[in-house]
């Protein structure tokens, strides 16, 4: 059976380490680190091996083992230690059996930043490179219609044919040829 790395859905059990983390992250003055530190650790935690080993229906390793064997991974990944207050939240988390929720709270945590920063955050996916006056304008009409900073992030797709689709939260903006084409076929078949 080939092993598969769960799919990454906010659930209600991580809102409140999600809001704890941002808490502590701002208080702290640290939003860009904790980012790091939460997306290093969502990462260790989602390898699929790992995540049967962090789970709460693990108990070959006590909640303080599985807190130690992730900030230790992310120390390795990152060369540096995490602050002591993110090692702390790790134990938190350990005792309370949510290490395995890391992906849940680090998406959560930002939605959190992205508001408290008002900032959005975009995805341009094209047919053709977007070019660096094209991807000002994007951001230029993205800010005027979200009243927010943008962080647009560009991708390449030649499936598209032509055109771009846009995507912003739950929006999604098709402007292209193979969204079209699509909507004519749907058109047609009814």
Known sequence: MAETTPVVRPTTAARPYARAAFEDAQAAQELPLWSELLQVTAAIAADPALYRLLGPWNPALRGEQKADL???LCRDIRG??????FITFLKVLAENHRLHQ???????????????????HAELVSAAAVTAAQRKIVIKALKARFKRDIVLNCKQDESLIAGAVIRVGDLV????A???LDKLATALSQ
């Open 70 to 72: 992730v900030g230790g």
């Open 80 to 85: 540096a230690e995490a602050p002591d207050a």
């Open 102 to 120: 890391l992906p849940s709270i680090a998406v959560l945590f930002e939605r959190l930043r992205a508001e408290a920063e008002s900032t959005v």
């Open 173 to 176: 903006i098709d402007g292209s």
């Open 178 to 180: 193979r969204g079209r």
